[in-house]
């Protein structure tokens, strides 16, 4: 009887691949043809699913499985493994058509044309996507009542299911309870809204990316897209954020070597996308930019987004005969422009670079080139090259929702480690920077919170040859402080994780252990250091999770001119 059991678990285990596969082969097809855009291609799309999603079903009731449901031990998980096909079977047939006639339904081409979002195509779909949503929430709950297996592999296709399930009705309830009521509002249908976009530079860090040297706009009038003009960042100098709190005074312009104005090229020094909008929008009401215009929130751009758009759309020439394209234009912006063109010139470059990408956008050049943006958005926003705020309730909702919303360390959770850089050599010494952080989980055996040792890593690779060679806008102007030129004279903030804390601070290769303060209503360690070419700094130090965490910890922080940090971990335990 044992090795008859035997036999049959493992046939049972191999077909169970083979329903996973057709299972996951059913959802692919849906999330490539929206990272590649060929929403023009839905009766394919939804012919594949259904073709998949029979294939597991056939498998799941065949000769073997039906015996196989009668049999002890086994017999539970074979009978899940046979509804749970059922369901997505069903799904395929019955609720998918629903969502993919209203793709049909819209015709992308004019959908976006000639700088206009139409919002009206899109709220006639409103009682089409409620009739979809209630067939979805019908196969939701026929899953529910299934129950959860046991063995690992019909546990992996389960959980596979189930959390396909839990994103499409997470977007699919956004879409018709947020979305479509308040799109034409958030489109300007009722009044126009405005943008201010903050283009950032990296090379010159702040908290949340880096100092501001240009803004621009993006307005929506019912429904038209307009991008303003940019301005450089020296026609908003008269004017400061009034609204700076005690902790970002102590921290910012209290200490040195430069103490922050919090003018416009400042107010990106707050690590929280909101802060950042609250404190650019004092600024706006007092300029000529608030002039009888609200401002309803605030877009952060650094050049690695722009990059991305460059990559997406096509290569991008500029008035010099320079072509920027998908992999040099970061680089350009962050560093070559200050060789290449007059102080005076910089700013112009990359707002004319990010103003031609976003018109091609808006002018319908492609579903593909959008998609393809869409699909690397989440990585641009999760490393801080593109945030947005809205001081809309609903519309921030949806960005935070999406991860567009970039925030300090509050979710207990999801721990995350905050590391927040702020440079105080006026210079554009930011591109030499590099910084890396390694990950260590060190307490697999205890029975506590999950503790990791953390080494964060600066280093100044700009050499004195190169120092010579570079203007002082570049390396810094301190006068009668030559040997200031150069370095990188960096405030750096340790924000824990939520319910969490940081502890046993040491400090190799120059520089101060940190010391606690506050900011952003939590207690951080700060400290400073002055890196000259060449040197090298290593922070250690624990940090310790709340007994809440369920992931890994991460590292969120001050963006470099790379898509992604540089976090390694070399090792990790079981999350309990």
Not at 30 to 47: C, H, M, P, Q, Y
Not at 479 to 485: K, M, Q, S, V, W
């Amino acid at each position: 009887m044992a090795a008859c059991l035997a036999a049959i678990a493992g046939v049972y285990t191999v077909q169970a691949v083979q329903i996973h596969n057709h299972e996951n082969a059913a959802t692919n097809a849906v999330k490539r043809a929206v990272s590649e855009g060929k929403f023009t291609d839905v009766d394919l799309i939804v012919e594949q699913m259904q073709r998949e999603s029979a294939a597991a079903r056939d498998i799941a009731h065949n000769g073997w499985w039906n015996r196989a449901a009668c049999l002890p031990e086994i017999g539970h998980d074979v009978q899940v493994m046979q509804r749970m096909t059922d369901v997505i079977a069903d799904l395929a047939e019955q609720t998918v058509p629903k969502y993919a006639n209203l793709v049909s339904q819209l015709d992308f081409k004019t959908l976006f044309l000639d700088g206009r979002i139409d919002a009206d195509a899109l709220v006639k779909l409103e009682p089409a996507l409620e009739k979809a949503n209630e067939s979805l929430n019908e196969r939701i709950t026929e899953y529910d009542a299934i129950g959860r297996p046991h063995m690992g592999v019909v546990v992996g296709a389960y959980d596979s299911g189930m959390n396909v399930l839990a994103t499409a009705k997470k977007v699919m309830t956004m879409s018709s309870d947020i979305v479509l009521p308040n799109i034409k509002t958030w489109l300007g249908y009722d009044k126009v809204q405005t943008y201010a976009v903050l283009a950032m530079t990296t090379a010159e860090m702040r908290g949340s990316g880096g100092l501001v040297g240009s803004v621009g706009t993006v307005t929506f009038d019912r429904g038209k897209v307009v991008v303003g003009d940019f301005i450089p960042n020296v026609e908003l100098l008269d004017y400061k954020a009034t609204n700076v709190n005690k902790d970002e005074y102590a921290l910012y312009q209290l200490d040195g070597p430069i103490h922050l104005r919090y003018d416009v090229r400042d107010v990106t020094n707050a690590p929280s996308t909101k802060r950042v909008a609250e404190l650019f929008r004092d600024i706006w009401n007092q300029s000529p930019l608030g002039d009888g215009v609200m401002l309803n929130g605030v877009v952060l751009a650094d050049p690695v987004f722009v990059q991305s758009l460059v990559k997406a759309l096509g290569d991008v020439k500029l008035q010099d005969g320079k072509v920027l394209t998908g992999k040099s234009t970061a680089e350009y912006l962050l560093n070559t422009v200050y060789k290449d063109h007059a102080l005076d010139d910089t700013d112009g470059v990359f707002s004319a670079v990010a103003k031609d990408c976003v018109n091609r956008l808006m002018k319908g050049e492609g579903a593909r080139a959008l998609a393809s943006l869409a699909k690397n958005l989440p990585t641009l926003a999760r490393y801080r090259h593109f945030n947005v705020y809205s001081f809309n309730k609903s519309l921030e909702t949806v960005f935070t929702e999406l991860g567009l919303t970039a925030n300090v360390p509050r979710d207990s959770v999801k721990p995350q480690l905050g590391i927040y850089i702020t440079e105080k050599n006026p210079s554009k010494v930011g591109w030499y920077i590099e910084r890396s952080t390694t990950v260590k989980q060190t307490n697999c055996e205890s029975s506590g919170p999950a503790t990791y040792h953390v080494e964060y890593t600066l280093t100044n690779m700009l050499t004195e040859e190169e120092k010579e060679e570079l203007s002082s806008y570049v390396t810094g102007d301190w006068g009668a402080y030559p040997d200031r030129g150069g370095s990188g004279m960096e405030t750096i903030i340790f924000y824990p994780p939520a319910g969490g804390q940081l502890k046993d601070f040491s400090v190799t290769g120059g520089g101060s252990v940190p010391t606690t303060g506050a900011l952003e209503w939590a207690e951080v360690f700060h400290t400073y250091v002055q890196l000259r070419p060449g040197q090298t700094v290593t922070y250690s130090f624990d940090a310790v999770v709340s007994e809440d965490a369920t992931q890994k910890l991460e590292v969120d922080e001050t963006p470099t001119g790379q898509e992604a940090a540089d976090v390694k971990y070399t090792y990790l335990c079981p999350v309990r």
